[in-house]
């Protein structure tokens, strides 16, 4: 196990009704003004952001709020944010939502007090070192930026999406899960979420970091928790049980409790964010395409972990060849997608003849010349992968 510093302060409020308690919240971590973020309208129908708004009302909190913030969320969103957020003199930003909102409001949160270009810190041009604020009403289970000091933001004069990550500063003070507030869901949202959550924990999972006990069986149990609770939840898409144990999971999944002490992957992230930058994709759909060629091209190249994973978590009897373990594992995970509704291949995913050349060369421009940590991929692998996702 490798050395490690883990910090998680965001103090979590998790059930029924919980929403109501955002006013107290917002105003025991210090608010003076409070500046609401939100997406395209879900939580204005479903009557959340009232709710949310009268909460402060009730705590005697002032605020202001900007709307409008689309899935794969853009630097012009934030730039107006900042905007905004200035002149309004907010100090907390509220995202509710689900991981663009998030993002949106970490970024927000890290731009006011920059004097330069937020999108420096998203480059490592320059690195967060105060920010306001953030606080959470969760409405998806998926992306974990609820519980992590990470935000995803896509540059739309380059169409770059880049990750920064800020675990000091920009980890929510806290988060407000109320699995009522999913039961709204498309069953494709709800799908995209699962699948991403899953990947969070893959990206931990294949270490070559020996010594990690604790890790691979908190990821193997997360995993094996997560599948039971989707094939229930796609049952029965308003079963409390379900909702509850998927918006945990996807808070567990990407806190980083998962890798702690391990060398992560990251490589299938790296590779579906090009695709959902380039295509405007849900990320979840694109990582049910990715990840599945990934896997395929690990048989070959490195199969130990896919093999544990296969026997673990989908049941695969152990047996010596290790590749042919790892590509039962690829056909489980296929199938489950598939009945979860979501697409395995470029082309179920609507994109028949993805440029390839492109993506590999936008990839490696952005994320260096060797991408992940299982496997470092070279530009000539990650055109591998991206054909075995064809
Ligand atoms: O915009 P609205 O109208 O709210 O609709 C949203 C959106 O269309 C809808 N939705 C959310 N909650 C709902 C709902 N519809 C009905 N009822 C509800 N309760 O769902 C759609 C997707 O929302 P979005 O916030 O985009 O989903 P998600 O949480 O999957 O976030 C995806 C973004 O997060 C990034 C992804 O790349 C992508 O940009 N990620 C962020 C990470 C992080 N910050 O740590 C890590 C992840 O790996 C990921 O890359
Ligand atoms: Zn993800």
């Known amino acids: 196990m490798n050395n490690f510093t883990f910090y998680s302060p965001t103090e979590f409020v998790f059930g029924k009704e919980t929403e109501k308690q955002v006013g107290t919240l917002a105003a025991k971590y210090g608010a003076s003004k409070v500046m609401i973020v939100y997406g395209g309208g879900s939580a204005v129908r479903s009557g959340l952001l009232n709710r949310v708004k009268n909460a402060l009302r009730e705590a005697g909190l002032p605020f202001c709020e900007m709307g409008g913030v689309q899935p794969n969320p853009i630097d012009t969103k934030v730039y107006e944010g900042i905007d905004l957020c200035r002149r309004e ?35 490592g041009k320059a690195q967060v070192t105060q920010a306001l604020k953030v606080a959470v009403v969760l409405t998806i289970p998926a992306a974990g930026s609820e519980g992590s000091g990470n935000t995803v933001i896509t540059k739309v004069e380059t169409l770059q999406k880049m990750s920064l990550r800020a675990p000091m500063h920009l980890r929510p003070v806290f988060s407000i899960l109320n699995p009522e507030l999913t039961y709204t869901l498309p069953p494709f949202q709800t799908a995209c979420g699962i699948c991403d959550m899953m990947i969070h924990i893959f990206e931990r999972y294949f270490t070559n970091t020996t010594d990690v006990e604790i890790s691979d069986r908190m990821c193997e149990g997360v995993l094996t928790a997560i599948v039971k609770e989707a094939y229930r939840v796609k049952q029965n898409p308003q079963d409390y049980g379900a909702r509850a144990n998927l918006m945990w999971a996807g808070m567990v999944a990407h806190n980083g409790t998962c890798g702690v002490g391990c060398e992560e992957d990251w490589a299938s992230h790296f590779l579906e964010h090009e695709v959902s930058a380039l295509y405007n994709v849900a990320h979840g759909a694109g990582l049910a395409v990715i990840v599945p ?7 070959e190249h490195h199969p130990r972990k896919v093999a544990q994973l296969a026997n673990r978590v989908f049941s ?10 790892a ?8 199938h489950f997608f598939r009945y979860m509704g979501l697409p395995v291949s470029f082309k179920e995913l609507g994109i028949e003849h993805p440029d390839i050349p492109l993506l590999v060369r ?5 994320k260096g010349p060797l991408v992940g940590n299982y496997v470092k991929l070279t530009p000539a ?10």
């Open 293 to 299: 060629a990934w896997m395929t091209f690990m048989a």
């Open 89 to 123: 003199g907010a100090d907390l930003l509220l995202a509710v939502g689900g991981g663009s909102v998030i993002d949106t409001a970490k970024a927000i949160a890290a731009g006011v007090p920059y004097e330069g270009d937020f999108w420096d810190f998203y480059i």
């Open 381 to 390: 692998y990650s055109e591998e992968i991206y054909r075995l996702a064809l």
């Open 316 to 325: 695969v009897p152990e047996e010596e060849n290790l590749q042919e373990m």
């Open 327 to 334: 590509l039962a594992c690829v056909s489980r995970l296929k």
């Open 362 to 366: 936008k990839l490696h421009e952005n």
